[in-house]
Structures are given as C-alpha cells and as structure tokens.
C-alpha cells in the first residue's frame, strides 16, 4: 500500500483552518468539499489515457481520453456525503457506490496490545453492479482506528472489485498500520496524518467528530 500524504499548501492550510473548535458548520462544510476536490485531482493523477479518434472542427484526431471506465466513488455515510460532492467536480460522469457504517461507541474496548478496538455496524450497501470493470474510490473525512474503511473494502472486495484507492482528510498511524496490514493492495490518499489515537478511538489532534460537524448534529 502507498500512502500519500498531500504536500500542497492549501491543502495544508484548509486543513488548519477544519481544525478551529469555533468553525460553523457551513465553514466546515465548505472546507471538506474544497479538500475533497483537492484529494480527488491528486489521486486520478494515475488513471491511464489512450489515444481515441475523435472528430473536432478540423476532422478526425487520435487524442488522450480516459483508457476505462470512470471510477466509482463510494462514501462511506454519514460523513463521506461531506465529500462527495468534490469529488463529483473532479468526476462529474462517476457512479456512486453508497456503504453506510457506524462506529459502535458503547463497543470501546482496548485489546491485548492495547490498540483501541470498536465494533463497526454495518447498516446500508449498494454498490453498483459492474463495480470488477472500475476503479473504486472511497471518501471518508476520518481514518482512526481504520475499522470502517477496511470493512468497506471488504464490502467492495466481494463485490468483484479489484482497483481500491481511499481518500480521507485525517488519518490516525494506528489505521493507516491496520488498513496496511489488512488490504496492502489499496493506496491511500490524505491531507493530514496526525499523531494518535485517544482511548475512545477519537484522532489527535484531529477533528473531533466529522460526521457532526457535517450534519449539525453536536
Ligand atoms: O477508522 P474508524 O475507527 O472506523 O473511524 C472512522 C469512521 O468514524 C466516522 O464515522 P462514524 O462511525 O462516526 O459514523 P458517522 O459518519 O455516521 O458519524 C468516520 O466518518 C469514519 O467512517
Ligand atoms: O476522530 C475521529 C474518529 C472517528 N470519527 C470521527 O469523526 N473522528
Ligand atoms: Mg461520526
């Protein structure tokens, strides 16, 4: 697994400003869409190209378009919906796969190594059907312990899926380690890596709680 820590300054920056116990939601908002857009041009950067003809007001050219299908872009609910709509900038014609997962809070527990563990719910699926004939891209803000995105790449996984990269605005060592272990296959691509876990499986310094900030629910 490669990971890609994003090194562009606005990047950087927008992140800083996510980080403001004062944003409002609408800021917060704002700022997850503009990182999602950044994220998404970093991690296309690979897809291939081949030549196709194509015929433009000076006849017929053999010109650079996108080898395959678009990828699929798949949040991971709530707090992926946050992002979903800078990435459709970036992939304005992408199908969206839609995985819905939560964190069990009551399930916290520190396991023989004490790594924080938490029970992930699985609650909704819909992946779209020819999901083996794409690239899957996944969005979520958080990465922590990485219990969510690797029982979402799982989910893909049996789907057929074979082509995985992840974007996430913060990720935790502890789940960018679990989610190497687990799917070494998947690169990953994010705006910040902070320092460590908190007991309760939150990211410091981190965000606290994206999906909340997203949806007004704190
Ligand atoms: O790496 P993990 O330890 O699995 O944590 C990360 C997950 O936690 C958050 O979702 P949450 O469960 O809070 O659901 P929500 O988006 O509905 O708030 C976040 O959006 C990730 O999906
Ligand atoms: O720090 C964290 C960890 C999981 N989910 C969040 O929203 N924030
Ligand atoms: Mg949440």
């Not at 990182?35 to 017929?60: D, Y």
Request: hydrophobic share 45%.
């Amino acid at each position: 697994m490669s990971v890609y820590a994003s090194t562009h300054p606005l990047v950087q920056h927008k992140v800083s400003l996510l980080r403001d116990a004062q944003i409002s939601v609408k800021s917060f908002r704002e700022l997850t869409k503009e990182l999602a857009t950044l994220l998404a041009i970093e991690a296309t950067a690979s897809l291939k190209v081949e030549a196709k003809p194509l015929t433009c007001w000076s006849g017929t050219i053999s010109t650079p378009m996108l080898a395959e299908k678009q990828p699929t872009l798949v949040p991971i609910l709530r707090a992926g919906l946050g992002m979903l709509d800078g990435t459709l900038a970036v992939l304005p014609c992408a199908k969206v796969s839609v995985v819905g997962l939560k964190r069990n809070d009551d399930s916290v527990k520190l396991d023989a190594n004490g790594k924080v563990d938490i029970a992930i719910e699985s609650y909704y699926q819909n992946i779209i059907s020819d999901v083996s004939e794409r690239k899957a891209i996944i969005i979520d803000p958080m990465l922590a312990t990485g219990g969510s995105a690797i029982a979402c790449i799982n989910m893909l996984k049996a789907s057929g899926c074979t082509d995985i990269c992840a974007l996430f605005l913060v990720a935790a060592p502890e789940g960018i380690e679990a989610l190497t272990e687990s799917h070494p296959d998947v690169d990953i691509f994010v705006a910040a890596i902070d320092e460590k876990l908190n007991d309760q499986g939150y990211i410091l310094p981190g965000l606290g709680d994206a999906g909340d900030k997203i949806f007004g629910t704190l």
